[in-house]
């Protein structure tokens, strides 16, 4: 019999004390830690068997099992892998940070494939300690004639190792939880977090609950194996019917054969995928397969739009799976979930050295063996090697998208009012991607067809050479649309507000190139020709109905204009400056206030229609009892066409129409 006592071994850059409170922020990860050192135990066993230095017996699957007892605070994590002597507890354990896997790669570094073994630090067993009083570990190893070894510490530097009565290869650790920490002894929140850690590890991995009642169910004979436990036989004899046959004579007729069935245990499902649909190659997956795994993964009921399927080896190792959701956008905010993985091991949500800036409007998962990971396994070591992951996936997302508008133009387009806040967002934040994707950008214009860049320029360039005209919003614009399409101009649907700071980029991005929305000018197209007589009394009207309005609505700063349309059914609207509107949405995009630059209405210009009849009354009777009230009817039709009035403005505009039509009625 072996025995020994002693103090346990720590190197001196780590500090036990430390390690127990503050290596993982965490304490939940504690199961993670776990569970890989016991997959990759099985591993290393299983690799141990592909060499030929080991059998395994006829009826071994590798498995690890959690086995909660709520009722003693605890929680036993057991693997049937590769086991430990007394010499390698000694050295793996009693040593804090001397990592097993390290040493397993090294003694085996010819022979074995890196990527497949899960532990690189040997801290993640001490993660037990933040959540347990007391710890203990039995174990055998594979190694013929190896004598079981038991271990425990009550979380101090001072531990015990003796003989172990343990008679299965492998290795079993429990965790008497601390008083803090008995939640972890729960089923459903045991479950809860393997689910999130362990959901895809390579090992299948079952959770039982001591003294919970057995599961039954039903099943065909014929469906019965050889691991079932069978507890009742249940015949279900045929079932008949009498009918009449053609002859209308009676006979009995079998409607339901007879039935053999037994009463087995339920059996255990595992709580893990072990080939997650990543890790396949992309010709291997059906586009159900994906359907089920984005739901699965995020629990989203709408279906995504389309993925993207990351699968590379060299010059490192990195599959994965980018889905493009659809969003509400009146609803949902536009944030997503990448997840990232270690072989098969969760890492953390959205780690931003990984994940573009702009890919995290996405969702997804990304497993990459070769991140350089710190101790705690939930952050990565500063290293020029994460940027070169970043700009692939950049660069992967780029080609996709490219790619599809190349080749698939018409699912781009159907695609494109939901892509395009994430494709946008990219240009702005990565210069690599807006120069892969610049030329892909699609404007929808008002007739509903999808135009790049430079067909929107080519399009209208005897018009209205190097601009090009935008809307933000149809209802509020739908005046300024009308009278676009009656005279042929065309314009562009830009409803996002990631579409103000676009434009912008775009306009820096290309010499000579303005974007201007359609309620911010006049151009000629839209006014009748006038000789100098003609321009000279409009000039007259002008100066006299700017005072007319500026009394009538006391508003000293107003900017009026008249001039002659063609429409003659518009008799005013607002124009407002592109550069004083581009502005103000700065200064709402900055929760700044607008009366610090001049107010709401700065840069806008109330333009009336000097063929209008009721602009015309006003030319001639400035003077007269309606004047004031016809002015302000009109300004706030302007308003109204132009968007909202205040609640002020629209509480007096409804009492003023409600005394016109009085007015009406009493002629």
């Keep these: 019999m072996s025995k020994q006592s002693g103090s346990l071994s720590i190197n001196s850059e780590n500090i036990f004390p430390i390690i127990k409170k503050w290596l993982y922020s965490d304490h939940d990860i504690f ?79 010819d022979k074995t494939n890196e990527d497949q073994i899960i532990g690189h630090f040997g801290l993640g067993f001490y993660s037990a300690f933040m959540v347990a009083d007391r710890v203990t570990i039995d174990t055998l190893s594979y190694k013929e ?34 008083e803090d920490s008995v939640e972890f002894a729960n089923e459903y929140r045991a479950r809860e977090v393997l689910e999130k850690y362990c959901s895809f590890m390579p090992t299948e991995i079952y959770l039982t609950v001591k003294g919970k009642e057995p599961e039954y169910e039903t099943i065909d004979e014929a469906d019965v194996k050889d691991t079932d436990t069978v507890i009742e036989h249940i015949v279900e004899e045929a079932k008949t019917e009498e009918r009449e046959n053609e002859n ?113 409007l996405l969702k997804g998962v990304i497993d990459c063996p070769d991140l350089p990971l710190n101790v705690s396994r939930s952050a990565l070591q500063n290293d020029g090697f994460v940027k070169k992951i970043s700009d692939y996936i950049t660069k992967k997302v780029a080609d996709r998208l490219s790619g599809m508008c190349k080749t698939d133009k018409e699912n781009y387009e159907k695609y494109w009012d939901d892509i395009s806040p994430f494709i946008k967002f990219g240009c702005l934040k990565d210069e690599k991607f807006d120069d892969k994707m610049k030329d892909y950008i699609l404007y929808k214009n008002i007739d509903g067809k999808y135009l790049t860049l430079s067909e929107c320029l080519e399009e209208n360039k005897e018009k209205h050479e190097n601009t090009i005209f935008y809307v933000t919003d149809e209802k509020e614009q739908s005046q300024y649309i009308n009278m676009f399409r009656q005279e042929g101009i065309d314009a562009v649907l830009l409803p996002h ?46 100066e006299d109905l700017t005072k007319a309005f500026r009394d009538a609505l006391n508003m000293e700063k107003l900017e009026v204009k008249v001039e002659k349309l063609k429409n003659a059914s518009v008799a005013s609207m607002i124009t407002v400056s592109e550069e004083g509107r581009r502005m103000q949405d700065m200064m709402k995009m900055y929760g700044m206030d607008a009366s610090l630059f001049g107010g709401a209405n700065e840069g806008q210009t109330l333009v009336l229609n000097a063929s209008h009849p009721l602009v015309q009354y006003l030319t001639s009777h400035k003077d007269s009892e309606q004047a004031p009230v016809i002015c302000q009817q009109l300004y706030d039709l302007a308003q109204l066409s132009h968007g909202t009035l205040t609640p002020e403005r629209m509480t007096e505009f409804i009492r003023r129409s409600n005394d016109i039509m009085m007015m009406m009625t009493d002629k």
């Design 497 to 542: 507000n990631i579409d103000t700071p676009f434009i912008s980029h775009t306009e820096q991005k290309n010499e000579n190139l303005h974007f201007v929305r359609i309620d911010a000018d006049l151009t000629d197209s839209f006014k009748e020709t006038v000789d100098d007589s003609e321009a000279e009394q409009i000039k007259t009207y002008t």
């Design 248 to 360: 209308g004579e009676k006979e009995t007729v079998e409607v339901s054969p007879r039935k053999e069935k037994v009463k087995i245990l339920k059996r255990p499902e595992p709580i893990n995928d072990t080939h997650p649909l990543w890790a396949k190659h992309p010709n291997e997956c059906t586009e159900e397969e994906y359907r089920d795994f984005y739901r699965k993964v995020f629990h989203d009921y709408k279906e995504p739009l389309f993925w993207i399927h990351l699968n590379m080896d060299y010059p490192f190792n990195l599959k994965g799976i980018l889905y493009f959701p659809k969003i509400n956008m009146e609803y949902d905010s536009i944030e997503g979930v990448i997840k990232l993985y270690n072989n098969q091991v969760f890492i953390a949500d959205n780690i931003k050295e990984v994940i573009p800036e702009f890919l995290m």
């Design 31 to 109: 199961y993670r830690e776990l569970i890989s050192n016991a997959c990759d135990a099985i591993t290393k066993l299983k690799k141990l068997e592909i060499m030929g230095e080991y059998q395994f017996p006829d009826d071994y699957k590798a498995k690890v099992t959690v086995e909660l007892d709520p009722e003693a605070k605890t929680a036993v994590v057991t693997d049937n892998g590769i086991g430990m002597t007394f010499e390698e507890v000694d050295e793996y354990i009693n040593q804090i940070a001397f990592s097993g896997a390290q040493d397993f790669l090294e003694k085996y570094k």
């Design 145 to 178: 004639g190896a004598t079981a070894v038991h271990w425990e510490s009550d979380g101090g530097t001072e531990y015990e190792m003796t003989d172990s009565d343990k008679k299965e290869v492998g290795t079993s650790i429990t965790l008497y939880f601390n």
